[in-house]
């Protein structure tokens, strides 16, 4: 079967200071992976999505970027953080693209707070 | 362009009560994909159903059951016999093909159910 993981649980960090929020799949080859985040108002929004190794599209501009350096591994970055980066942060994965109306599943997430 | 409302935001009720959650969306695309998720305060979204666009038939599993009407947009969700257990965000998504648009969900804004003893 299939495990999401996601590192750290919770994180508090200073403004201006930079980010790395991991998320790594167990049990599945060539996921499709996707960030989202999650703010005080409840509705959740996609940041990134990966389709492939090296392979990451954008959703919404802003300072946060996102990598992808193994099939499984997906990494969410920022150099320079802002007090509006706050929130709970889902990574999620679903069948890769030969499967790609596949349902997407959620990891336990990452709370960020920036002060 | 998409999207998906839920606007309930928040619905209490006692246990054993019915609740219906109700979803409705907008799409221009013939196939498509609904889904619910359950958020509990742990913050985790589970994945509770999807239905594909081109199966309008209802699904029930346990106390959990979807009615899904192309008609009128919408795909909503009833808890019989509710628990306090079953406290929790509830989220309606829409997904287009990954071709289409990426894959993403778009996302309701969730309605809170809480369930008093």
């Known amino acids: 079967s299939q495990t999401i993981h996601q590192w750290p649980a919770t994180l508090v960090q200073p403004v201006g200071s930079p980010l790395s929020l991991e998320c790594t799949v167990e049990g599945t080859s060539n996921p499709n992976l996707y960030w989202y985040r999650q703010a005080a108002g409840r509705g959740l929004q996609l940041l990134f999505y990966?389709?492939?190794?090296?392979?990451i599209s954008s959703e919404v501009p802003q300072n946060l970027s996102a990598s992808r350096p193994q099939d499984r591994q997906f990494i969410l970055s920022s150099k320079k953080l802002l007090l509006s980066d706050s929130g709970f942060y889902l990574c999620?994965?679903?069948?890769?693209?030969?499967?790609?109306?596949?349902?997407?599943?959620f990891g336990p997430g990452t709370r960020l707070t920036v002060l | 362009a998409q999207k998906v409302t839920q606007a309930q935001t928040e619905i209490s009720v006692v246990e054993k009560e019915d609740v219906t959650l109700d979803c409705v969306y907008e799409t221009r695309d013939t196939t498509y994909y609904l889904f619910w998720y359950k958020q509990p305060p742990s913050g985790e979204l589970v994945f509770l159903i999807r239905?594909?666009?081109?199966?309008?038939q209802n699904e029930i599993s346990g106390r959990y059951s979807w009615n899904f009407q192309k008609s009128t947009s919408s795909f909503n969700f009833t808890i019989t016999a509710s628990q306090v257990v079953d406290s929790a965000v509830y989220f309606c998504?829409?997904?287009?093909?990954?071709?289409?648009?990426?894959?993403?969900?778009?996302f309701g804004q969730g309605t809170e159910l809480s369930v008093k003893p």
């Open positions: 990966s389709v492939g190794i090296g392979q």
């Open positions: 999620a994965w679903s069948f890769g693209p030969s499967q790609s109306t596949d349902t997407q599943y």
């Open positions: 998504a829409l997904k287009s093909p990954l071709y289409n648009q990426g894959g993403k969900l778009i």
């Open positions: 239905r594909n666009s081109f199966d309008e």
